[in-house]
């Protein structure tokens, strides 16, 4: 089954530049695969995903819905497996968070967002 996650553009922009970058310390090379398959299962298409309602109606014009199907040791991968992959790398490039023009700290904000704030829809539809 495939889940969903609610972010605007800009949003979607800096996490598709940051799960792209390959210089990442990865906590394990399970959390790089996971990640590198929810970017082909849909994160990939971000650009140009259909605007959607934000779910919690803050009238973002440029909110915007990323369906991501993908697979991963012959198993669907969840939203909390792909969260998790974001925070357990945001982890593993510490001690240094500013690192990657702040980027650790956005991917874990990202997470938390997501995970705790609701902006992702696990299965969807």
């Known amino acids: ?15 598709a ?4 970058n390959q210089n990442w310390n990865f906590a394990s090379n399970d959390d790089k ?12 298409g971000w650009a140009s995903a259909p605007h ?10 440029d909110m915007r819905i990323v369906v991501i199907n ?9 939203l909390l497996q792909m969260l998790d992959a974001w925070n357990n790398t945001a982890l593993a490039n510490n001690p ?7 980027g650790i700290i956005f991917l874990n904000a990202l997470y938390t967002d997501i995970r705790f704030g609701g902006d992702g829809r696990d299965p969807w539809p």
């Open 33 to 44: 695969n996971v990640i590198q398959q929810c970017w082909q299962g849909g994160l990939n």
């Open 17 to 20: 530049a940051i799960v792209q």
């Open 96 to 102: 240094d968070p500013a690192a990657y023009g702040g």
């Open 52 to 61: 959607a309602p934000d779910p919690w109606g803050s009238q973002d014009a």
């Open 1 to 15: 089954m495939a889940f969903a996650i609610f972010l605007n553009g800009q949003d979607l922009a800096a996490a």
């Open 70 to 78: 993908a697979t991963y040791k012959g198993k669907t991968v969840t």
